[in-house]
C-alpha cells in the first residue's frame, strides 16, 4: 500500500462549480500536512498547510481526519486559474523526516 | 527571496555515462530532497540529507547515490546512466516539519 495515496482524476468542472479531493496516508505518526500545487512543467509550491482543527483561504477549505488518516482540500466557486495538480503531503514529526508525497490530482476547469 | 537552484533545465545523456544533478539553496536549510517526477508516479522521493555528511534512502535510492559535503549543496550522482532513469528530477529543501518545502525548477533528463 502507498503510503500517500490520492485519487490520480482528472476532475473536470464547469468554473464556479466546488470540488473536493481526499487524499490518504498510512502511517499514524504523521504530523503535518500539506497541500501543494504544480501547474505543468513547473515546480510544486506550497498551496496551505493544513491544521488539526481545519483551515480555510480565501476559496479553499483544508480538514484534517486524524482518526480516519485522510486530509482534504475543497475548492469552492472554483476559476479557470484553478486548473492544475494538486499534491498532498504528510510529514512525520521530526525535522528529519522525510517528505511523503502523493501522486496528485489533476483538476481541469472548463470555462 | 528564497531560491533553490538546479544546475540545468535539460540534461542528455548516454546510456552508460556518470550523471551529476547538483542543487545548491540560498536558505541555510538543514534538510534537502531529491526526486524523480514520472506520468502517473507522481513524485518519488530518492534520498535526502538532514544534515552536512548525512544521508538516508528514500523510496527508490538504486542506481543513484548523493552527497552533501556543504549545507548549501545536495548532488544527485547517477553512476551509470540508464535509459530508465529518464525523468524530471526535482530537488526541495526545507527548515523543519512543520515548515514549507521549497523546491528548485526541476532538471529534465533524458538518457538515449
Known amino acids: 500500500r502507498k503510503e500517500v495515496e490520492q485519487d490520480p482524476g482528472p476532475f473536470n468542472v464547469p468554473e464556479g462549480a466546488t470540488v473536493a479531493f481526499n487524499c490518504t496516508y498510512s502511517?499514524?505518526?504523521?504530523?503535518?500536512f500539506f497541500w501543494y500545487r504544480q501547474d505543468c512543467r513547473k515546480e510544486p509550491k506550497l498551496l496551505m498547510s493544513v491544521y488539526s482543527s481545519g483551515n480555510e483561504d480565501g476559496r479553499f477549505t483544508a480538514q484534517l481526519n486524524r482518526a480516519s488518516q485522510y486530509i482534504s482540500l475543497l475548492i469552492r466557486d472554483s476559476k479557470l486559474s484553478d486548473s492544475a495538480t494538486y499534491l498532498c503531503?504528510?510529514?512525520?514529526?521530526?525535522?528529519?523526516?522525510?517528505?511523503?508525497f502523493g501522486s496528485g490530482t489533476r483538476l481541469s476547469i472548463r470555462p | 527571496d528564497v531560491k533553490v537552484t538546479q544546475s540545468s533545465r535539460y540534461l542528455v545523456k548516454r546510456t552508460g555515462e556518470k550523471v551529476f544533478l547538483e542543487c545548491v539553496q540560498d536558505?541555510?536549510?538543514?534538510?534537502m530532497f531529491w526526486y524523480r517526477q514520472d506520468p502517473g508516479l507522481g513524485l518519488r522521493l530518492i534520498y535526502f540529507?538532514?544534515?552536512?555528511?548525512?544521508?538516508e534512502k528514500g523510496d527508490i535510492p538504486e542506481g543513484y547515490s548523493v552527497s552533501r559535503e556543504k549545507k548549501e549543496r545536495f548532488s544527485l550522482i547517477l553512476e551509470s546512466a540508464s535509459t530508465n532513469q529518464t525523468s524530471m528530477y526535482l530537488c526541495a529543501s526545507h527548515q523543519g516539519a512543520q515548515t514549507e518545502a521549497f523546491f528548485g525548477q526541476g532538471t529534465r533528463l533524458t538518457v538515449v
Open positions: 503531503v504528510v510529514r512525520e514529526g521530526s525535522s528529519a523526516s522525510k517528505i511523503i
Open positions: 540529507s538532514y544534515d552536512v555528511k548525512m544521508k
Open positions: 502511517n499514524s505518526a504523521s504530523q503535518s
Open positions: 536558505m541555510d536549510h538543514e534538510n
